[in-house]
């Protein structure tokens, strides 16, 4: 069974860095495609970055720059690194894998909230 | 980018009735089309992908199908479980892999 677990999320200072954690189990990161998918409150469903079974990594234009996707495959994490964050980045961030493009599974999500 | 417009935005329907929701894409993104459900509280849950594979554990009264730029989703008798949010996602070539902006199937 695969189980994606986040944490790291939390209340932040606008400019403010916050990394995010995804520790999994039944699946191996670099055997598959790892995203990140965050939905702002009573909002749908954003995607935000994917990191390949290569190592090659992809954001959503308005967190370029800013966000860094990565994986440790010797403990099976994935990381979000966010970096000068905004008001609107506030949402829950789901950690989400697929053994193909589409996904197939997904965590709890971690609440971000950015505010002052 | 790639805009997936899902419609309609709400459907108040009944338990046994059956729904079609629809989904746009911009462009052609092939059959690179899953549907998510999302239930209140919870994550999204793959229902469908490659447009009309059921995923595992999926009730066989949901059904995806359509091409190119005109999907449809269809479930042939609703539940009472089946009342949540259902999003289409494309994931054709390169990213960002966008999602509709969902379709909320509530009670009647």
């Known amino acids: 069974e695969v189980q994606l677990v986040e944490s790291g999320g939390g209340l932040i200072q606008p400019g403010g860095s916050l990394r995010l954690y995804c520790a999994t189990s039944g699946i191996t990161v670099s055997n598959n495609y790892m995203t990140w998918v965050r939905q702002a409150p009573g909002k749908g469903l954003e995607w935000v970055s994917v990191i390949y079974r290569s190592g090659s990594t992809y954001y959503v234009d308005s967190v370029e720059g800013r966000f860094t996707i990565s994986r440790d495959t010797s403990e099976n994490m994935l990381y979000l690194q966010m970096n000068s964050l905004r008001v609107e980045d506030t949402a829950v961030y789901y950690c989400a894998s697929g053994a193909d493009y589409y996904i197939d599974s997904w965590g709890q999500g971690t609440l971000v909230t950015v505010s002052s | 980018e790639i805009v997936m417009t899902q419609s309609p935005a709400t459907l108040s329907v009944s338990p046994g009735e059956r729904v079609t929701l629809s989904c746009r894409a911009s462009?052609?993104?092939?059959?690179?089309l899953a549907w998510y459900q999302q239930k209140p509280g919870q994550a999204p849950r793959l229902l469908i992908y490659?447009?009309?594979t059921r995923a595992t554990g999926v009730p066989a009264r949901f059904s995806g199908s359509g091409s190119e730029t005109e999907f449809t989703l269809t479930i042939s008798s609703l539940q009472s479980e089946d009342f949540a949010i259902y999003y289409c996602?494309?994931?054709?070539?390169?990213?960002?892999?966008?999602f509709g902006q969902g379709t909320k199937v509530e009670i009647k």
């Open positions: 996602q494309h994931y054709n070539s390169w990213p960002p892999w966008t």
């Open positions: 462009q052609s993104v092939r059959y690179y």
């Open positions: 490659s447009a009309s």
